[in-house]
């Protein structure tokens, strides 16, 4: 029988870590485990899609690839997923490092006008054309570093223009591609500083004003926000996320990062597609959590970079039947484009095994963001979004820290990164 001609072929790959089987529901307990390798692995893809996985000669005896890359001595995953980012901001906050080492908390710098509110100033200043080209950099980065899908966040403009500039502006780099951006309304970061002391006023602008302006604009698929004591309230929250629903904007929550604060347990409440940070989450909101499906997405750079001595309980939640995905958490305070040291930062702080660590950077962030469909594992039928790292064994992700391992990246079943660098 002749062989079928296909745009591309991966081959020889010495594990290929498809993640099957979990396109329908997460992975959770043992069986974030399960990577499903394939040893000398193949993958073809026509079109952009999977079209065959299996093991080299399973795959060469149907197919013939117009072009064939050789993943000997290689991994191949799926293209990493970023289920949590605030990749739109302009300027910098390095001054604040200092202010850490010294002992300032999150909040102690966001009352002195720092953080957030910084990042808000300096983001508000800037044209969406200076915004677009201060992220396509940082778009490139992530992809150099293996991620293929990301989520991002508004959240720095906090006014209705504002935020309409940033999610344009993760708009507009989806449509250019190759880097996939995942669209969240973010209005309720932070109290901005002209609606101090006038938090109800501000969440009413939220629920009646805003909401309903992005989501018939089509800019948003999610409504995230920061829960938290002398942020907004649990009340606060439920009514941001309820007008979000209304309007057929998914909720999103970042719950209990600070304080043990009740965001678990209303994230199940709400029915929130994942519930974000949860470092003080109750075992109460974890088992509200796990009935209702709600994804946890632990996001260990945060801890770290406020410099925390505590980390999410990630063995109690997979041991507890929630499933677990990372985020980077990349913005200002958090400057991270790398999702292999977060993948690190879980096997070193969360006890994560690297196993479990990959499926919640692959199959389970597709979950935390609506995408399982089509991304998240090596299967037929779904996007050729595909990772192939410079490692003996998928261990390396975790084990070996702060080298960026990528040899190449598929995007829609075109090589976009080859030896490091990006191709087009
Ligand atoms: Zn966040």
Redesign the pocket.
């Known amino acids: 029988m002749p062989k079928k001609k296909v745009d591309l072929i991966i081959l020889h790959a010495k594990q290929l870590v498809t993640a099957r089987g979990y396109a329908h529901t997460p992975a959770i307990g043992s069986e974030m485990d399960d990577l499903g390798i394939v040893e000398d692995g193949a993958v073809a893809v026509e079109d952009g899609t999977i079209v065959a996985v299996g093991t080299t000669s399973e795959v060469l005896e149907e197919y013939s690839g117009t072009i064939n890359v050789d993943a000997s001595d290689k991994i191949v995953t799926p293209g990493l997923v970023d289920p949590?980012?605030?990749l739109v901001f302009a300027g910098s906050r390095e001054t604040e490092l200092e202010l850490k080492i010294k002992g300032a908390g999150y909040l102690e710098i966001l009352q002195r006008g720092g953080g957030i509110l910084r990042t808000v100033r300096d983001t508000r200043a800037s044209s969406r054309d200076q915004l677009l080209q201060i992220c396509r950099k940082r778009a490139e980065n992530i992809l150099l570093h293996g991620t293929t899908t990301v989520e991002a966040?508004s959240g720095y403009g906090l006014t209705l223009q504002d935020e309409i500039k940033l999610l344009e502006v993760i708009r507009r780099l989806d449509e250019e591609g190759p880097l996939s951006l995942v669209p969240t309304f973010?209005g309720a970061h932070a109290i901005p500083a002209e609606y101090e002391s006038k938090v109800p006023e501000y969440v009413t602008r939220v629920c009646d004003d805003w909401i309903p302006e992005i989501a018939r604009r089509g800019l948003a698929k999610f409504c995230?926000v920061?829960c938290e004591k002398g942020v907004f309230e649990i009340a606060d929250s439920r009514r941001i996320l309820e007008s979000g629903k209304r309007f057929g904007l998914l909720p999103k929550i970042?719950a209990d990062e600070l304080n043990p604060f009740g965001g678990a347990e209303l994230a199940a409440e709400v029915g929130t597609i994942s519930a974000?940070?949860l470092l003080y989450a109750s075992e109460v909101g974890l088992e509200a959590m796990k009935r209702v499906g709600v994804i946890a997405i632990l996001?260990p750079a945060?801890p770290l970079t406020l410099m925390l001595e505590r980390y999410a309980d990630a063995r109690k939640m997979i041991a507890q039947g929630v499933a677990v995905a990372l985020?980077s958490?990349l913005?200002p305070s958090c400057w991270l484009e790398n999702q292999q040291l977060i993948i690190a930062l879980a096997c070193y702080k969360l006890k994560m095994t690297p196993a479990e660590a990959i499926t919640a950077s692959t199959i389970n962030a597709a979950h935390a963001i609506g995408k399982a469909h089509e991304i998240g594992s090596i299967e037929v039928g779904k996007k050729a979004d595909l990772t192939v790292l410079d490692m003996p064994d998928f261990r390396f992700l975790g084990y070996r820290v702060g080298t960026n391992m990528v040899d190449r990246v598929v995007k829609n079943g075109r090589v976009i990164v080859e030896n490091g660098r990006l191709t087009a």
Request: proline share 0%; glycine share 6%; charged share 25%.
């Open positions: 949590h980012t605030h966040k973010l995230d920061f970042h974000d940070h996001l945060a985020g958490d913005s």
